[in-house]
């Protein structure tokens, strides 16, 4: 079984208080940005509750049959709901299948597990089938929902769950277990990912940084005019597009920071300090907050069918726009 991961300390204490008391919750939400390991959480947790003879610790022991067919991933009483493509629903004949398949007892002695990653994805009849599961359930069944976005959730399903966050650790944390992964900027990446060390091994391995410095280069050449906002769309239209809108929203926010006058180490990107202080100057506030409602309407409708050109483009025009002179 894979180790804990070290900023899940307390979350883990949490959870092994419900063992310790024998109130392990029928149904658990768990909650937390992206990339700070939600799902590896729930899998170690899966792993003490259908062990037979988990530590003092409640550490899985990692050699008891049920430990066995869990690491075999075939462990009868373990299902896992997913969509089928990423970005999809998860659809009512996917729950209606779940409420047969758990319909009679766990097979072993131990607890049936239901993992639902991520919860956000049921659609309205999925949700409204799976309220069965929540309010009438079978024996020993512990109902585990991930999300990094559990306001989408019905207040029906988000009612009836108890809930544990996973928060950001702290840089230091970030960065030490980076390097334990032999990432070489683990400083900047750590920064890049907001401190969510998975979206930051993410990064590493996607090359971010140099695409990241190449978008902001881009960037800087519309506000001189020295670019085409719609040939840089176009380009921009490729790349995955929340992490674009996440580094243009945190732009944007260190330019408002710099018409405040804020100190260097308060900008999120304190590296791209020089060149937004530059810009920050002949900008008007009120037409940069504007830009950020943009921003913050185009994050919203990335779960939406959206034609990702003819967004970045009204983006980048309004940009452009805002540093004509």
């Not at 979206?199 to 506000?223: M, P, R, T």
Request: aromatic content about 6%; proline content about 6%.
């Amino acid at each position: 079984m894979k180790p804990l991961l070290p900023w899940q300390q307390a979350q883990w204490r949490q959870l092994c208080g419900y063992i310790r008391q024998q109130r392990i919750p029928q149904a658990l939400l768990i909650t937390g940005n992206k990339g700070l390991g939600k799902r590896e959480l729930a899998e170690h947790f899966t792993a003490t509750l259908l062990c037979h003879a988990p530590n003092a610790d409640n550490e899985a022991c990692g050699h008891c049959h049920g430990c066995k067919l869990h690491a075999a991933g075939n462990h009868p009483d373990l299902f896992v709901v997913s969509p089928d493509e990423p970005g999809k629903a998860i659809g009512i004949n996917t729950i209606r299948e779940l409420i047969v398949d758990t319909q009679l007892k766990p097979q072993y002695d131990t607890y049936r597990i239901v993992i639902i990653d991520p919860a956000d994805q049921l659609n309205r009849p999925a949700a409204n089938a799976f309220l069965k599961c929540l309010e009438e359930p079978t024996e020993r069944t512990v109902i585990l929902l991930i999300t990094a976005k559990p306001a989408k959730l019905p207040i029906t399903i988000a009612s009836r769950c108890q809930r544990l966050a996973v928060n950001p650790p702290d840089s230091a944390t970030v960065v030490a277990w980076l390097k334990a992964q032999s990432i070489a900027d683990a400083e900047a990446l750590a920064t890049l990912a907001r401190n969510a060390p998975f979206a930051a091994l993410h990064y590493a391995n996607e090359q971010a940084l140099a695409v990241q410095g190449d978008c902001f280069k881009a960037w800087l050449d519309i506000a001189k005019h020295r670019a085409s906002p719609i040939v840089i769309a176009e380009d921009w239209q490729k790349l995955p597009l929340p992490s674009l809108l996440s580094w243009l929203t945190s732009w944007l926010i260190d330019l408002i920071k710099c018409k405040f006058r804020s100190e260097g180490n308060l900008l999120q990107e304190s590296r791209l300090r020089s060149p937004l202080q530059e810009l920050s100057g002949q900008l008007d506030l009120k037409k940069l907050y504007q830009l950020y409602d943009l921003l913050l309407a185009a994050r919203e409708r990335l779960d939406s069918q959206i034609n990702k050109q003819m967004m970045l483009e009204e983006i980048l025009i309004q940009w452009s726009e805002l540093n004509r002179s």
